[in-house]
């Protein structure tokens, strides 16, 4: 069964500390691996796809890469916009755009 | 920027009764979908729909669901005998090929 699993579940940074936040996943014949933000009471906003190992994905103070078992989100000089919960999703060789999330990491940056 | 959007944002039903939640998709976009999120759990996903016809369904998607492009615009959901355990965030998303473009969701709570 596909599974993705992310670390931590909540994390706490002062504005300008960098971090990565971490996706394990299993997911048989990966075609995509997805970094979305969930805003409260918010759908999610897609950030990143990432399709092979070694690729990585830049958008402002975000960066996304990707190895055969892992990505990881990684967050330089985080301002308190930043905050979120962030989810990773692996779509797998089980339908198309089927994808299976994880429980997402609550991002708390704080001035 | 062309966004997904549902209707209503938040719906009470008392157990046993009918629900519709409705969706409107991105304008171009040809494949659409139903995920939802119990609350403090993953989103998950539900169904697939593309051409008029469901392309892909969860074991969740039992008889009791269903899915229906009525018209050009709108794409709905609808739960024939709601139980108590079908209180969740529903999102709606679409996409022309990948990623997923979620809406902001519908709570359903019933009671």
């Known amino acids: 069964e596909d599974q993705v699993t992310q670390s931590p579940e909540a994390l706490r940074l002062q504005e300008g500390e960098s971090s990565s936040l971490n996706c394990s996943y299993t997911v048989s014949g990966l075609r995509g691996l997805f970094w979305y933000r969930q805003d409260p009471g918010k759908g999610p906003e897609f950030l990143f796809t990432?399709?092979?190992a070694g690729e990585e994905k830049e958008k402002e103070r975000l960066k996304a890469t990707l190895t055969k078992k892992e990505s990881f989100l990684h967050i330089t000089a985080p301002k308190p916009e930043d905050s979120a919960t962030y989810l990773c999703a692996g779509e797998g060789n089980t339908g198309f755009q089927k994808l299976v999330f994880g429980t997402g990491t609550r991002l708390l940056v704080s001035p | 920027e062309p966004e997904v959007t549902q209707t209503p944002s938040h719906q009470v039903t008392q157990m046993g009764q009918e629900v519709i939640l409705r969706c409107v998709p991105i304008s171009n976009h040809l494949y659409f979908y139903w995920y939802r999120q119990i609350l403090g759990q993953k989103v998950e996903f539900l169904v697939s729909f593309y051409n008029n016809e469901i392309s892909e369904k969860s074991e969740i998607f039992d008889d009791q669901f269903s899915v229906e492009r009525p018209d050009g615009s709108n794409f709905t959901l609808k739960i024939r005998s709601t139980k108590l355990e079908d209180s969740a965030m529903y999102f709606c998303?679409?996409?022309?090929?990948?990623?997923?473009?979620f809406g902001n969701g519908t709570r359903l709570t019933v009671t």
């Open positions: 998303a679409s996409s022309e090929s990948s990623p997923l473009h």
């Open positions: 990432l399709y092979s």
